[in-house]
């Protein structure tokens, strides 16, 4: 089960042009960012964003 804090994250994340926007937004580093949707997808057992050098794209499963 995943928490709102969670949510809100992800929706961040979503949104956001790259890992840096997002951490940007989120006020944290891109690590930070980095790491906490890699616990995100373990828990959920599932890839949310296929990342790749500065481009993110969300998978089918983190775009439903």
Same mark, same amino acid.
């Given at each position: 089960?995943?928490?709102? @804090?969670d949510l809100r994250f992800?929706?961040?994340l979503a949104s956001a042009a790259s890992l840096?926007?997002?951490a940007r937004n989120l006020d944290v580093t891109p690590p930070a960012v980095t790491q906490r949707l890699r616990?995100? @997808?373990?828990?959920?057992?599932?890839?949310l964003i296929d990342r790749s050098g500065r481009r993110m794209?969300?998978?089918d499963e983190g775009g439903l």
């Open positions: 089960m995943i928490s709102t @804090e992800f929706i961040t840096a926007d997002a616990l995100l @997808e373990t828990r959920l057992g599932m890839r794209v969300l998978t």
